[in-house]
């Protein structure tokens, strides 16, 4: 049960969107937003990003201009859940839709030469057992739609997958909320699998074409040896996270990709060996879910690899966050989407771009640096390395390199001399580049 409390603690920090009472519904009719056809790429980018309560789509013009020129420099994947993370409730009462929140943050996509995503949660209270024309926010994070209204979420989704005809990428649920089984102890892997496979059905009714993914499963870890299939240097997997994977592996009706979520943290001790050698973790599980299905397109919906109040500076985390990058490309990974962590608030750890200004920070460059050298399907070299702790990914003609350490390093790469200074990310030209 602890586990399951921190779960729902942590899931709550993120914030869906903390809004007090909902908004009157419009009584006029909404158009669907015209909305421009996703660029063209010549691979899948791979690399992406969710969208969460603060964005750039409500800021002034400024900060949205800026954001939308650091996202749109190189394509990238971006992600919106239809409720809460900048999204108000999109039906209110049955039948009785409200698209404003949605039509608005869809559209910054569009603007911003996204690849768009949308994830299917959360759920409108009138299906979770609340009061049509009411939104109880605090409880958007924990309730799943109950049974009964399972056909009617399935209808909401279509009803979205029509209205937002460019977005062919859907992932069904966030994190199993609500789908905790506390007399078992366990994930009801059985509900969820039921209303994924009425969603799935729907949206291919919609449009074959519509790519489905799930079960979307929050993957734990704690350093202590348990009765679990997956473990390593990094920790140990809850097993009961791995059954509830297996179990929507064998009982879906239909699948595009595997979606699922996670931290380099343990439970209990924090990352594990060392802030970098935890990445681990990612490698280990993504080759454990493409051997249990088959080989199917791995999603990371979400990953985290600083610890709470760990007193980073930003060379350090962007440099954790490059050595999970690199390890979500070694492994396989089809997708990975950071979970932008934006606020108000001047100071902005990990974030994107500026508050006020709309300009690059370092893990936006991150982001576009492997989105344009390391896509889908970029074939990886093995280079030498003078010093293990440089940690290097390379393609014939780009490679980047992380110091690892808190100090300057020299150290010789694919037969060059480099000083990297502490926690320093290099790119450097290989080939012909």
Same mark, same amino acid.
């Given at each position: ?25 419009? !009584? ?5 937003? +015209? ?16 969208? +969460?309560?603060?964005?750039? &789509? ?37 039948? #009785? ?21 949308? !994830? ?14 009411? $939104?109880? /926010? ?14 009617? %979420? ?41 209303? %994924? ?12 074409? @519509? ?6 499963? *929050? @993957? ?22 791995? &059954?509830? @994977? ?19 943290? $343990? ?13 681990? #973790?990612?490698?280990?599980?993504? $080759? ?14 979400? /990953? ?29 990974? !089809? +997708?990975?989407? %950071? /979970? ?13 771009? +500026? ?22 399907? $970029? ?16 393609? *014939? ?37």
């Amino acid at each position: 049960m602890a586990l399951v409390v921190g779960i729902m603690v942590y899931a709550g920090s993120r914030n869906t969107g903390d809004k007090g009472e909902t908004a009157a519904v419009p !009584t006029v009719p909404q158009p669907a937003p +015209t909305l421009e056809q996703p660029p063209a790429t010549e691979a899948w980018p791979r690399w992406g990003v969710t969208h +969460t309560q603060f964005s750039a &789509d409500n800021q002034q013009r400024e900060v949205t201009d800026g954001a939308a020129h650091v996202l749109s420099r190189v394509p990238l994947l971006q992600n919106q859940h239809i409720m809460g993370w900048g999204a108000g409730n999109p039906e209110p009462s049955p039948g #009785k839709y409200d698209w404003r929140d949605l039509d608005r943050r869809v559209k910054f996509m569009s603007k911003s030469q996204a690849i768009p995503v949308i !994830t299917l949660c959360c759920a409108p209270d009138w299906m979770k057992g609340g009061t049509a024309g009411r $939104t109880d /926010w605090s409880k958007n994070p924990t309730v799943a739609p109950k049974r009964e209204h399972f056909d009617d %979420y399935a209808k909401l989704a279509a009803t979205v997958a029509k209205r937002y005809k460019t977005v062919k990428h859907f992932m069904v649920w966030n994190e199993f909320k609500g789908f905790w089984n506390p007399g078992t102890n366990r994930w009801d892997a059985e509900a969820y699998t039921e209303l %994924y496979n009425k969603v799935y059905d729907a949206l291919k009714k919609v449009d074959e074409d @519509i790519q489905v993914g799930g079960p979307y499963v *929050p @993957i734990e870890s704690s350093s202590r040896q348990t009765g679990s299939e997956l473990s390593g240097s990094w920790g140990t997997v809850d097993q009961r996270a791995l &059954d509830a @994977i297996e179990y929507w592996i064998d009982n879906k009706k239909g699948g595009d990709f595997i979606v699922v979520d996670g931290a380099s943290m $343990t439970t209990d001790k924090g990352n594990v060996p060392d802030d970098f050698g935890a990445s681990a #973790k990612f490698g280990a599980i993504t $080759t454990w879910l493409r051997q249990k299905s088959n080989d199917m397109p791995v999603w990371w919906a979400e /990953w985290y690899v600083e610890p709470e109040n760990s007193g980073w500076t930003e060379e350090r985390r962007t440099a954790v966050q490059a050595a999970a990058l690199m390890e979500f490309a070694k492994s396989g990974v !089809t +997708t990975a989407l %950071y /979970w932008n962590p934006q606020r108000r608030e001047l100071e902005c750890p990990g974030c994107l771009w +500026t508050t006020r200004e709309g300009q690059e920070l370092p893990m936006a460059g991150l982001l576009s640096g492997f989105t344009r050298w390391f896509p889908g399907g $970029t074939g990886l070299e093995e280079v030498t390395v003078s010093d293990p702790k440089v940690k290097v990914l390379a393609q *014939p003609r780009q490679m980047v390199m992380v110091n690892t350490t808190d100090g300057d390093l020299s150290v010789t790469v694919d037969g060059k001399q480099f000083t990297l200074s502490p926690h320093e990310i290099k790119w450097s030209q290989r080939g012909s580049a």
